[in-house]
T-cell receptor, first 111, second 113 residues
C-alpha cells in the first residue's frame, strides 16, 4: 500500500530564505507526482506536476524534483516571501485515477 | 483554466438532516472525486466517479452516497448527518487524457450540530 510522508510537518523561516520541502513515498511505481498549496480554509491549488519520466519541473520561484527510484520528491522555494505561507501537500498517482496524499508541511514565512 | 465550483463555502446542519453537497466543473472531465479533510488525518477519498451514473467507493464511503446524473455535476449526499461528519469537503476533477493533473474546488466547511 502506497504511503506518502512529508517532512517537516511545520516550518517557520524568515523572509528571503531558500527552503526545501520533502516528500517520500513507499512504492516507486507511480504515474506522476503533484505538489499543491492550500491556504487556511480553502481548497487545493496545483503548483507543479511531474510525470514519472521527468526529473524536475519549474514554475517561477518553485522547483520540484523527482527521484522515483529512491521514492523522493523535493519542492524548492527560492527567496521565500510572507505570501508563501500556506500548507504544501504532495500527492502521488499510481494509475490514472486515485491520488495518495501526504499530510502536508505547514510553512510560515515571517517578515 | 479548469474551474471547479462547490455549492456552498460554509454549511451548518443539524444531526439527522439530509445534506447535499454539489460540485460542478466546466472542463468536460470524466473523473470526479469527493474528499474530506480533517486535522491530523489529511485528505481521505470518499467516492469517485468515472462517468455519468458511474460511481466507485473510496476509502471512507460509510455514511455517504453520491449522484452523477450529468457529466459536469457530482453530488455528495449525507443521508442522515452526524456530528462526526463535521469536516472540510473537497471536490476534485481530472481528465482521461494526460497529464492527469487534478484540480480542486474551493471546499465546503460543513458543521453538523
Amino acid at each position: 500500500k502506497q504511503e506518502v510522508t512529508q517532512i517537516p510537518a511545520a516550518l517557520s523561516v524568515p523572509e528571503g530564505e531558500n527552503l526545501v520541502l520533502n516528500c517520500s513515498f513507499t512504492d516507486s511505481a507511480i504515474y506522476n507526482l503533484q505538489w499543491f498549496r492550500q491556504d487556511p480554509g480553502k481548497g487545493l491549488t496545483s503548483l507543479l506536476l511531474i510525470q514519472s519520466s521527468q526529473r524536475e519541473q519549474t514554475s517561477g520561484r518553485l522547483n520540484a524534483s523527482l527521484d522515483k527510484s529512491s521514492g523522493r520528491s523535493t519542492l524548492y522555494i527560492a527567496a521565500s516571501q510572507p505570501g508563501d505561507s500556506a500548507t504544501y501537500l504532495c500527492a502521488v498517482r499510481r494509475n490514472t485515477d486515485k491520488l495518495i496524499f501526504g499530510t502536508g508541511t505547514r510553512l510560515q514565512v515571517f517578515p | 483554466d479548469v474551474k471547479v465550483t462547490q455549492s456552498s463555502r460554509y454549511l451548518v446542519k443539524r444531526t439527522g438532516e439530509k445534506v447535499f453537497l454539489e460540485c460542478v466543473q466546466d472542463m468536460d472531465h470524466e473523473n470526479m472525486f469527493w474528499y474530506r479533510q480533517d486535522p491530523g488525518l489529511g485528505l481521505r477519498l470518499i467516492y469517485f466517479s468515472y462517468d455519468v451514473k458511474m460511481k466507485e467507493k473510496g476509502d471512507i464511503p460509510e455514511g455517504y452516497s453520491v449522484s452523477r446524473e450529468k457529466k459536469e455535476r457530482f453530488s455528495l449526499i449525507l443521508e442522515s448527518a452526524s456530528t462526526n461528519q463535521t469536516s472540510m469537503y473537497l471536490c476534485a476533477t481530472i481528465g482521461t487524457q494526460g497529464p492527469y493533473e487534478q484540480y480542486f474546488g474551493p471546499g465546503t466547511r460543513l458543521t453538523v450540530t
